[in-house]
């Protein structure tokens, strides 16, 4: 994203639009960028610094840490700041830089597809945002059910009264 400096009026500019999403050259496979990187700016000359401030946003495809879906996550950075001293014959300001870092450090740290994923069922992988197994009800209370088991005498009899017996 390039400014032009010349003729900059003293009341400020805004800027609007968006840069391909190619300026942000990452080859992180845990991030997929397929959407442009959008900005809606605005940009003030103050003496010999040319001060730009607004909001950065994009999408980043990302793979669930919990559950292992694929998802699209919003990127933003509402706080994009650059100050920056110009030259009187510098024509052009380019941010492409900025952008790209800024971006670049809002991206999310072990993703998730949404913020109360439920994620996989540890025992038997179940997804639990789809729908709930038993293994958990299991876990949960290894009491009447397994008892009545055990006294049967089924094979597992034996190590159900450890596990119990332990608790
Ligand atoms: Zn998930
Ligand atoms: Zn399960």
């Known amino acids: 994203m ?11 500019r805004d800027f609007e639009g968006e840069d391909p999403v190619e300026i942000l050259d990452v080859s992180d496979p845990e991030y ?25 946003w994009t999408c980043v495809g990302i793979t669930c840490v ?20 110009i030259e009187t014959t510098e024509d052009f300001a380019d941010l492409t830089e900025n952008l790209r870092e800024d971006i670049l450090l809002a991206l999310p740290q072990n993703p998730l597809c ?12 179940q997804d639990l945002n789809e729908r709930t197994c038993s293994c958990a009800k299991q876990a949960a209370s290894p009491g009447s059910k397994r008892v009545e088991a055990g006294s049967t005498g089924t094979p597992w ?3 159900d009264r450890i596990k119990i017996a332990r608790k």
């Open 2 to 12: 390039k400014i032009n400096l010349r003729n900059f009026p003293a009341e400020g």
């Open 32 to 56: 997929r960028f397929e959407s442009p990187v959008n900005y809606r700016l605005h940009g003030q000359v103050l003496g010999h610094a040319l001060v730009v401030t607004g909001r950065v």
């Open 66 to 85: 919990r559950c292992l879906k694929d998802a699209e996550r919003p990127v933003e950075v509402r706080d994009f700041v650059v100050h920056r001293e």
């Open 114 to 125: 949404s913020k109360d994923c439920r994620g996989l069922c540890p025992v038997c992988g």
């Open 157 to 159: 009899s034996a190590l």
